[in-house]
């Protein structure tokens, strides 16, 4: 079979599923430590900033993760990546198990993200290239994966962290890591021809040379655009169970508002992937965007617990589609058989927006003893990310014809 007869096919699909199976397990290493934040903050007596700190490693790892580890797809294949970063993440949980202080925890942390980063970014790159026409809910869908994690895992691990510790979870993540990932990513070492790909390559230069940028100058723009957009995320994803244990309602309750959140980013997401197959990426990330910054605005006057619930999930359903859109555009205006690179920088770039908003948020709540400066700074950040977005939608329209004289 042709490359280009496999592009949407059914072993495009089947391959998909398990691409989102392995994403749902290895994103896991992401969330960890939003759900025992607290657990930590009180062990080793650290203020909110310091706790806040192991997370902001993590996403570090995970940013630099996502740029080299697609780097390495792009030149191995998926299949390798993977199995490296399986057993990286496996041995980071270990040491973290270990961790007598926050420095400790915090370095674990920083291998952990690196090892997390190849269930996204790398496996976004890899699916786009078996789709055309449905690349965008593709890639949506394997991002979901990221959101999947975090909607099911801090749930289905909340019993053991209350009765084992979180020691006991990082030891069982560890386990479930190597015993699922390894084996599935061994099923997907096929690897498609750039060189059939002519379709996608020709409309990707076309789309570069209308909108007059080369791909790094894109690329960059499109990093910027990302650490606007995900400061402003980080606020209510990392810092909404701290947010819920200050309130008074418990850690509980706040690990069942980011598993809501995180389900409304996955709905999110697929709606975004269908969106974005019909009006492209450019449209589908602007929109996104808007809608983010109103939910963050609904943050400000709203601290009930019903109405938390409410706003987390609307906040979710809102802000979803916003990251693997970055990737479609990457794929609308780059070459092909550079995706890994230039998508992992772009993923990189958003997940430093996280790292920096989820500490700049905690250092805020240090400062001034409450969230609402942080939604606030979040709110500032996503205009940042909308002017980006309009600016590029405006040079992507193709220029009127002028009139003739008679």
């Known amino acids: 079979m042709s490359t280009s007869a496999i592009l949407d ?27 025992v934040m607290p657990a930590v903050e009180v062990e080793f007596g650290a203020d909110r900033a310091s706790a806040s700190l192991p997370y902001t490693l993590t996403m570090i790892g995970f940013a630099v993760g996502n740029l080299v580890i697609g780097r390495l797809v792009d030149r191995f294949g998926i299949t390798l990546a993977l199995c490296a970063a399986a057993l990286l993440s496996a041995i980071s949980y270990g040491l973290a198990m270990l961790a007598p202080d926050m420095i400790w925890l915090s370095a674990a942390h920083l291998f952990l993200g690196l090892g997390t980063a190849a269930g996204f970014g790398p496996l976004i790159a890899d699916i786009s290239h078996w ?32 009765e084992s510790g979180w020691r006991s979870v ?9 015993l699922v990932v390894v084996p599935l990513s061994l099923v997907l070492r096929r690897r498609i021809a750039f060189d059939a790909q002519g379709d996608s390559a020709a409309v990707s230069a076309s789309n570069a040379a209308r909108v007059g ?14 650490i606007g957009c995900c400061v402003a995320m980080s606020m209510p994803q990392v810092h909404i169970v701290a947010y819920c244990v200050g309130l008074g309602y418990g850690p509980t309750v706040g690990a069942e508002m980011l598993s809501l959140m995180l389900l409304g980013g996955v709905v999110s997401r697929v709606i ?11 449209r ?18 709203y601290d009930g617990m019903v109405s938390l619930y409410l706003v987390s ?31 992992g920088f772009v993923m ?8 920096l908003g989820g500490w700049m948020s905690g250092w805020i709540y240090d400062v001034s003893g409450s969230y609402q400066l942080a939604f606030v700074n979040g709110i500032f950040w996503n205009g940042l990310n909308i002017a980006i977005m309009v600016l590029l939608l405006m040079r992507s329209r193709p220029a009127r014809p002028r009139m003739q004289p008679a």
């Open 213 to 226: 940028l080369t791909p790094r100058q894109l690329q960059w723009i499109l990093g910027l655009a990302g």
């Open 272 to 282: 975004s992937g269908l969106v974005a197959d019909r009006f492209g990426g450019v």
């Open 131 to 162: 789709f055309q026409r449905r690349r965008g809910i593709a890639v949506a869908l394997v991002a979901s994966g990221n959101y999947l994690s975090g909607a099911i895992w801090p749930t289905a691990l909340a019993d053991m962290l209350a």
């Open 284 to 301: 589908t990330l602007l929109v996104g965007s808007i809608l983010q910054c109103i939910a963050l605005f609904l943050y400000l006057p």
């Open 313 to 343: 999930a609307i906040f979710g359903l809102a802000q979803g589609g916003i990251v693997p859109s970055y990737a479609l555009v990457v794929r609308e205006y780059m070459p092909p058989e550079e995706a890994g690179t230039r998508v």
């Open 9 to 35: 096919s059914r072993y495009s699909w089947t391959r998909l599923l398990i691409t989102l199976a392995i994403a749902t397990v290895a994103n896991v290493g992401m969330w960890a430590v939003i759900v």
């Open 170 to 178: 990082y030891a069982t993540l560890a386990v479930v890591t190597l």
């Open 348 to 355: 990189m770039m958003t997940i430093l927006g996280m790292a």
